[in-house]
């Protein structure tokens, strides 16, 4: 999968089911009332959080990074916003789900052409930020640092 390309959307917990999340790349997270696994990835107001890494665990470590905010441990920035809000996590079980647009590249490497896609990644996390702007005229929720506090800072 190229960068740029959004995989089908998939439950959260079953996120590491997604093709290539080894690579770095961006990732939406949505919280939706019904099922969207399995569906095409498309802009829905329901996107709460779009993030990127360049690491070298790629979107796996970061999910799992988010994940292990959402469930009291690590601190994600996006995630401990998102727990300010949403501290019964049971609830949302159902609800949470997860696309990514990886980017196939070695993250170790100073070579100019992987330099070079890790810069595409960054690019692209902002031009999905525009396109959300766009469509629905604001950042996703917890994205926007202004409009949204974090538990760790309660």
């Known amino acids: 999968m190229a960068g740029n390309d959004f995989t089908k959307w998939e ?13 770095p790349g961006i990732y939406c997270i949505a919280l939706y009332k019904s099922d969207l696994s399995g569906q ?4 829905i107001r329901e996107i709460i959080y779009v993030g990127m890494t360049n690491s070298r665990a790629g979107l796996k470590g970061r999910l799992k990074q988010f994940n292990s ?11 401990d916003r998102f ?3 949403y501290q019964d996590l049971q609830d949302l079980q159902n609800r949470l789900f997860v696309s990514v647009s990886p980017f196939n590249c070695d993250v170790k490497s100073n070579k100019p052409r992987d330099l070079r896609i890790m810069g595409e990644v960054a690019k692209f996390e ?29």
């Open 83 to 85: 727990m300010y809000k």
């Open 69 to 79: 905010t959402i469930n009291g441990k690590t601190r994600h920035g996006g995630a």
């Open 40 to 43: 095409d990835f498309t802009w």
């Open 126 to 154: 902002y031009e999905c930020f525009a396109t959300y702007v766009e469509k629905f005229n604001c950042l996703p929720e917890f994205n926007d640092k202004e409009k949204s506090d974090k538990l760790s800072k309660k």
């Open 11 to 23: 439950k959260w917990v079953s996120r590491d089911n997604l093709a290539d999340i080894e690579y």
